[in-house]
């Protein structure tokens, strides 16, 4: 799911749910494997660090995500248009 969501991403196809699956992937890791309220005094520390790294690259995401393209179009600065894959075709930018 991690996999998905960043090669979406990087990919910037259909990023927002991309940007969704890393954000349900880190919740789940946070909360389900880096519990540090249930450990031991000595992992205590580790844990709660990795809760709250988790816990801001999840807020991080959700910020991406609210920046996120919606129309996944493309745009290419060098000829001045947006790339369309609906259509396979340019756009020009209006000015």
């Given at each position: 799911m991690?996999?998905?969501?960043d090669?979406s991403v990087?990919l910037g196809?259909?990023?927002?749910i991309?940007?969704?699956?890393?954000?349900?992937?880190?919740?789940h890791?946070?909360f389900?494997?880096?519990?540090?309220?249930?450990?031991e005094e000595?992992?205590?520390?580790n844990?709660?660090?990795?809760f709250?790294k988790n816990?801001?690259l999840?807020?991080a995401?959700?910020?991406?995500?609210?920046?996120?393209?919606?129309d996944?179009r493309?745009y290419?600065?060098?000829e001045?248009?947006?790339?369309?894959?609906?259509n396979?075709?340019?756009?020009?930018c209006?000015?």
């Amino acid at each position: 799911m991690l996999v998905v969501g960043d090669l979406s991403v990087v990919l910037g196809f259909l990023s927002v749910i991309g940007l969704i699956f890393i954000i349900l992937y880190l919740l789940h890791v946070s909360f389900v494997i880096h519990d540090f309220w249930a450990v031991e005094e000595e992992q205590k520390m580790n844990e709660q660090n990795t809760f709250t790294k988790n816990i801001a690259l999840a807020g991080a995401a959700l910020a991406l995500m609210y920046g996120a393209p919606v129309d996944h179009r493309r745009y290419s600065p060098i000829e001045n248009t947006y790339f369309s894959p609906r259509n396979s075709q340019s756009i020009p930018c209006q000015k």
